[in-house]
């Protein structure tokens, strides 16, 4: 079993900076994809960022050029450096591993963006 605990979310006005963080507990691999999703109020989760095999790394358009996933293997953990951050950022932001079929996914924690 793979449990998720996210930390690092706030309020922040628009044009500043926060880092969220995500460890993992329980067995995952290098290889097993790890990341974030999120959903705003009436919207459907979407994914952010995330690393799969081989580090490669993947980014929504929406996010490109602000946002840096980073992720630690043998400490389980995945970073999100959010940067130039606006109000269209809002949302639950969920950190998330797939292991052999199966996605895990953390509580999630609440990034607000004011104008």
């Known amino acids: 079993q793979v449990q998720l605990v996210e930390s690092g979310g706030g309020l922040v006005q628009a044009g500043g900076s926060l880092r969220l963080s995500c460890v993992a507990s329980g067995t995952i691999f290098s290889f097993d994809p790890m990341g974030w999703y999120r959903q705003a109020p009436g919207k459907q989760r979407e994914l952010v960022a995330v690393?799969?095999?081989?580090?490669?790394?993947s980014y929504a358009d929406s996010v490109k050029g602000r946002f840096t996933i980073s992720r630690d293997n043998p400490k389980k953990t995945v970073d999100l450096q959010m940067d130039s951050l606006n109000v269209e950022d809002t949302a639950v932001y969920y950190c998330?591993?797939?292991?052999?079929?199966?996605?895990?996914w953390g509580r999630g924690t609440q990034v607000t963006v004011s104008s």
């Open positions: 998330y591993v797939g292991r052999s079929g199966v996605t895990y």
């Open positions: 690393v799969s095999s081989g580090g490669i790394t």
